[in-house]
Nanobody, 118 residues
Framework: QVQLRESGGGLVQEGESLTLSCAAAGRSFTITQASWARQAPGKEREWLATLTWDTNQTTYADSVKDRFTISRGVAEDTVILQMNDLNTEDTALYYC???????????WGRGTQVTVSS
């Protein structure tokens, strides 16, 4: 089992940047893929970006492609989401998820709130 904890959310103004971090903790696991998603009030969860752990290959949703960057953090088993030029439509609860070599399925954190004011 692995636990994911997101951090870095907060209140910012339009045009500003924010960096989210997600740390994975547990026993004997190997991350193969990490992703970020978000869910705004009244909307379905939206996938944002995925990082393949061993190749660092990334894919992005069109809605964030030119503004958000997913990457591995300096700390072990950490994934970062750098968000630039934020707008009010980016307001949501942001989640990270991982896929593991040892177990099927995806593991999710509890999310971190990002609020962008105009």
């Amino acid at each position: 089992q692995v636990q994911l904890r997101e951090s870095g959310g907060g209140l910012v103004q339009e045009g500003e940047s924010l960096t989210l971090s997600c740390a994975a903790a547990g026993r004997s696991f190997t991350i193969t893929q990490a992703s970020w998603a978000r869910q705004a009030p009244g909307k379905e969860r939206e996938w944002l970006a995925t990082l393949t752990w061993d190749t660092n290959q990334t894919t992005y949703a069109d809605s964030v492609k030119d503004r958000f960057t997913i990457s591995r953090g300096v700390a072990e088993d950490t994934v970062i989401l750098q968000m630039n030029d934020l707008n009010t439509e980016d307001t949501a609860l942001y989640y990270c998820s991982t896929k593991l070599f040892e177990r099927p399925g995806s593991w999710w954190g509890r999310g971190t709130q990002v609020t962008v004011s105009s």
